[in-house]
């Protein structure tokens, strides 16, 4: 049965948009099918990531709205033909979006996909309210850095009470995704370690994407990290994060692109 997924978070620039493209590539490699949902309407920047922008013809909100038939505006990457795009409006208030039109969309995704990854805006108005309202998951994406663990707290709360699930008294099913983590400058008190920010937002743990340069690389050529490089070590840490997503169980470590001092002497001698 499709999953309906929203990628949240209180504080902008975590790294929702990024996460929600990665992961996103990653469950379409496994062999799912799955579309991401850009809700961030007025900005939209998801289909960037993609590398689809000059492909968008009609989107959420015209869906919506009635404007354009869903298949129209569903955008097939072309690396993959199991993932798929529906991009938000670049034009258009957030004010479009209405519960009941959100919620047919969705209901018509599901139909079609295994997984519906939602892209929520920042913060906790309207955009973010829908983004989550009817989702069955939550990965609530978060930076090692007290403002951002502290939104992230608000956004869970939301989740246990804003959410279809909440009201009918059922659990929300919540990961953390913790992004542009650096152990060694967390072992010098320069950014929250792993286990204070379990502690703080006692929600279970999804992965841990390391701080890397090759996220930005991927971003500006318009292609996941989970494409554009799959063994860099973010990709290799969503790739981890969407098997956990699926159920398995995957030991939790944070990868790095740092070559041993010997690998690095072999590589020299190799070139």
Not at 105 to 122: G, N, Y
Not at 178 to 202: F, N, Q, V
Request: hydrophobic share 40%; with cysteine; proline share 4%.
């Amino acid at each position: 049965m499709a999953k309906v997924l929203v990628v949240t978070s209180g504080k902008g620039g975590v790294g929702k948009t990024t996460s929600t493209a990665a992961l996103g590539a990653a469950l379409a490699r496994s062999g799912d099918k799955v579309v991401v949902v850009d809700f961030d309407v007025g900005l939209r920047n998801l289909d960037l990531v993609m590398g689809a922008e000059r492909r968008v013809v009609f989107d959420l909100i015209n869906v919506v709205q009635g404007d354009a038939k869903l298949a129209q505006a569903l955008i097939r990457d072309k690396r993959l033909e199991n993932l798929s795009i529906l991009p938000a409006s670049q034009t258009r208030d957030k004010d479009a979006l209405t519960d009941e039109g959100v919620a047919r969309v969705l209901a018509d995704l599901r139909e079609k996909f295994d997984w519906v990854i939602c892209d929520s805006p920042a913060g906790i108005e309207r955009g973010a309210t829908l983004a989550m309202r009817h989702a069955d998951l939550a990965v609530v994406v978060t930076n090692p850095e007290v403002s951002s663990v502290r939104d992230s707290d608000r956004i869970i709360g939301l989740l246990d009470s804003k959410t279809e699930k909440a009201e009918r008294g059922e659990r929300m099913e919540k990961h953390l995704l913790l992004t542009r983590y650096d152990p060694g400058r967390a072992e010098r008190g320069e950014m929250l370690k792993t286990e204070d920010i379990l502690e703080i937002l006692s929600i279970p743990l999804l992965g841990i994407i390391p701080e890397s340069e090759e996220v930005l690389k991927a971003s500006n050529v318009g292609a996941p990290v989970t494409l554009n490089n799959p063994d860099s070590a973010p990709g290799r840490a969503y790739f981890d994060a969407a098997r956990r997503l699926k159920g398995e169980t995957v030991e939790m470590s944070i990868p790095s692109d740092r070559k041993s001092l010997l690998g690095k002497i072999f590589g020299r001698r190799a070139a």
